[in-house]
């Protein structure tokens, strides 16, 4: 048993989803404490066991008997790596949150070089596998094509969404929640929080152990997800924004439809009884309506997602002679039930 106390608060929080991993999590682990020691910092591993059918939590298990600065997470069963991660970034300590895949196709050894690239002054520094040892037909060239639709969508052009291996200052990841497959667009949150980005050269080996969990149905949702993040960027404090152009587009065809009808009816003698283009602006009248209605219920769905849960629609870098929010919070929370003086 390492002699560090679990009660201090770690540097660096390691965050890995694990699923059948049982051959690699020993090689890994070693990896990750030869990487991480010379560092001189003080740190932590979240392992987190997303379902595993095989011995991999039985791994984990003796890893924590052994090191107190793993941690162990079990899921009841698989819920994806999305939500592994979710859970490692929720339960993270650390300043520094780095997630990195258990199958050691990354190498733990580029970790120093991320935390190096990070003190530079960036928020985000993700790896890319730039020499990826991975199929090229079924993988690659989906990741290529992925990526390149992700970053025109987002407007944060990384080579590879998808690498795991990122370096993360801790208020980037704390207020994210993730959903489906959106751990990959990691880098687009971060990015709306303002967050200053960078990518890093890292090191890519074939996978020794295990089979992979990637597969082609996997792009599909990955696109599904990428409509969810791109509409959140763009209107997610604002709905009624986006359903207020269709709105207005529906309304500008009813009011055609219906002029062309009434101008037919008035200078042609052509009754409306015989007019299509009036039941088509009819339509449109209708369909503008419910656009416009959809708008105000998607309104006020999230002022109350906001500020039933007091969620920021901005983010802070630093403060100057001011208290951080949660120290004022606190501030003023103590002063509410400080007794009133006697007499």
Known sequence: MTATSTNSIPELSIVVPVYNEEESVPHLHEALVAALEPTGRSWE????????????????EQLAESDERVKVIQFRRNFGQTAAMAAGFEHARGQV????????????????RLLAKLEEGYDVVAGWR??????????NLPSRIGNSVIGRVTGVRLHDYGCTLK???????????LYGEMHRFLPAFAHQAGARIAELPVTHYPRRWGSSKYNLSKTFRVLLDLLTVHFLAAYGTKPLYF??????????????????????KLFFGVFVKDQPMFLIGIFF????LQFLLFGVLA??????????QRKPIYFVRN?????????AREDARARSVTPPPEG
């Open 45 to 60: 591993v979240l392992y987190v066991d997303d379902g595993s059918v095989d011995g991999s939590y039985a791994v984990l």
């Open 97 to 112: 949150v780095l997630p990195i895949d258990a199958d050691l196709q990354n190498d733990p050894a580029d970790i120093p």
């Open 130 to 139: 730039e020499n990826r040892k991975d199929a090229a037909l079924t993988v």
């Open 167 to 177: 370096a993360f200052r801790r208020e980037i990841v704390e207020d994210i929640h």
């Open 243 to 264: 359903f207020g152009r269709f709105a207005f587009l529906a309304a500008g065809l009813a009011t055609a439809a219906i002029t062309w009808t009434a101008v037919q």
């Open 285 to 288: 009248a209708i369909a503008g």
């Open 299 to 308: 309104e006020l769905n999230m002022r109350t997602y906001y500020e039933s």
């Open 319 to 327: 403060w100057l002679n001011l208290a951080a929010p949660s120290t």
